[in-house]
């Protein structure tokens, strides 16, 4: 039986069972008055009919939500563009000043990027090709064999997906990037179809979340999650330092993600925790990046000063939301320890006249993770970022090998990690695998997964070699540290 056809069975059941056990707690209500009985009994039916509420509510809400499988695009060879041709075309295209190519230049020596990174086509014309057209083709380019491997690889059919999330902040065209897949793929008329702009790379966090939402609203058991990045209009042509970020760090990718309510199915991890943290409401922190127009009129990205600090803040409150969720039990009572010695330290040095000069302690996040997909923005972004959360060398691999190899793919870039993890064979049955996104607005995202397959081929009929998805011809050569 086509497993559209069987959610609709069983949405069906579900409703007829619901509307009997009413009918029969209003037929047990009338009795009750009919027989004059005594007014206690009059209780029994209401509560038996809350009871039922209640109970369909959290079956609703409470489900647990299942990765069967993902998949990353590994762009074609003919689109990897060297460092040092970059840098050339930089200079090739004429729209640029030799401050901003200077100001580039070092910005990508600097960022710890690899040549083997991917344009789209149209950036590799002289000049570029910033055309709606141009973008369409790119998004058919990302979203097609991504979403055929997805496929292949889990078994699970277009006309099973009840729910399609697409994650691309900077081009949304019309038809919309969903209504492009579902017609490509002849989806059924009643799949429900998410476009998330805007959102930059926390979005594959929040497409995860609003997927496991429909799937726990509504009666089906499949959403597929696209996260990619349309770089063909999303290139800024200009001079302002500020926006020339984007064109050094972003590169083409693309990765698809079938998530499940049903733990029936097989399935490689499941979503232990989802935790999203925004400072939206503060002006500086919406202010922190933002597409606008520059004096001469040409529209790019811009990261405010101060950026790194509204980040570090952001942070600090969302790991506050999450180590009280993931942490184990002897990791925050030795947190909470350490901090009361902390602060009592602190409370000596003042009546002293002294100034502290120890930092604040930080809880063990290793404690509740094995394994770390952190934001892939350059290798200083995510030293940093790593030094601050107490991870070591072994523990920022994936982030800092997934920025050498493929440069920043937004909302993609954790899936390429995990997919370095696996590649590795580091993930085993009962490890956890913590993926934490920020972006603009700002905002910071954590899903935390646990693994409960044995072995990467759940799915059944993959070989080693297919297993290792974009890695595939070279995880030999990693991890490649800088001498």
Not at 77 to 82: F, G, V
Not at 200 to 229: F, K, N, Q, T
């Amino acid at each position: 039986m086509d497993v559209a056809h069987k959610d609709h069975l069983l949405a069906a059941f579900h409703g007829l069972l619901g509307a009997a056990a009413l009918l029969l707690c209003v037929l047990a209500e009338a009795l009750v008055f009919a027989l004059q009985r005594s007014m206690t009994l009059y209780l029994v039916p209401v509560s038996a009919m809350l009871l039922l509420c209640r109970y369909r509510r959290r079956r609703a809400a409470g489900g647990s939500i299942g990765l069967v499988d993902f998949s990353c695009l590994k762009p074609p060879r003919r689109l990897r563009l060297p460092v040092a041709g970059l840098i050339e075309h930089f200079n090739l295209i004429g729209c640029f000043d030799g401050g901003s190519i200077e100001f580039m230049a070092n910005a990508i020596q600097s960022s710890g990027m690899g040549n083997e990174t991917y344009f789209p086509p149209a950036l590799h014309y002289l000049p570029p090709a910033s055309t709606h057209a141009h973008a369409v083709q790119e998004a058919h380019m990302l979203f097609f064999p991504a979403l055929d491997d997805l496929f292949a690889k889990t078994r699970v059919p277009p006309s099973a997906v009840g729910a399609l999330v697409v994650n691309c902040s900077g081009f949304c065209p019309a038809p919309s990037l969903t209504a492009i897949i579902a017609n490509r793929y002849w989806m059924r008329a009643d799949v429900k179809t998410f476009n998330l702009s805007g959102m930059g790379c926390s979005a594959g966090s929040v497409g995860v979340d609003v997927a496991a939402g429909v799937l726990r609203a509504h009666s089906m058991s499949y959403a597929v999650v696209v996260s990619a990045e349309i770089l063909t209009v999303g290139w800024y042509f200009g001079k302002d330092h500020g926006k020339l970020l984007l064109n050094c760090n972003f590169r083409t990718g693309c990765s698809a993600v079938l998530v499940t309510n049903n733990m029936a199915a097989p399935v490689k991890y499941r979503l232990v925790n989802m935790t999203r943290t925004n400072t939206t409401a503060t002006d500086r922190s919406y202010c922190a990046g933002y597409r606008e127009e520059d004096d001469e009129g040409i529209t790019g990205f811009t990261l405010s000063h101060g950026v790194g600090r509204m980040v570090s803040e952001l942070l600090r409150a969302h790991l506050v939301k999450l180590s009280l969720s993931i942490l184990p039990w002897r990791e925050k009572a030795r947190y909470t320890a350490a901090l009361l010695v902390s602060m009592r330290r602190r409370g000596q040095d003042k009546l002293a006249g002294s100034s502290g000069s120890g930092a604040a302690p930080m809880p063990d996040f290793r404690a509740a993770a094995d394994h770390f997909c952190l934001p892939s923005s350059g290798k200083p972004m995510i030293l940093r970022l790593g030094k601050g959360l107490g991870l070591g060398e072994r523990e920022m691999e994936a982030a800092l090998m997934t920025f050498h190899r493929f440069g920043n793919q937004s909302a993609a870039a954790l899936w390429y990690q995990l997919a370095y993890l696996e590649a590795k064979g580091r993930v085993r049955k009962g490890d956890t695998v913590w993926q934490l996104g920020i972006g603009s607005g700002l905002k910071a995202n954590s899903l935390v997964w646990e693994r409960v397959a044995v072995a990467d081929d759940v799915a059944g009929g993959r070989d080693g070699r297919n297993a290792l998805g974009p890695w595939m011809e070279c995880i030999h050569q990693y991890p490649m540290w800088e001498t």
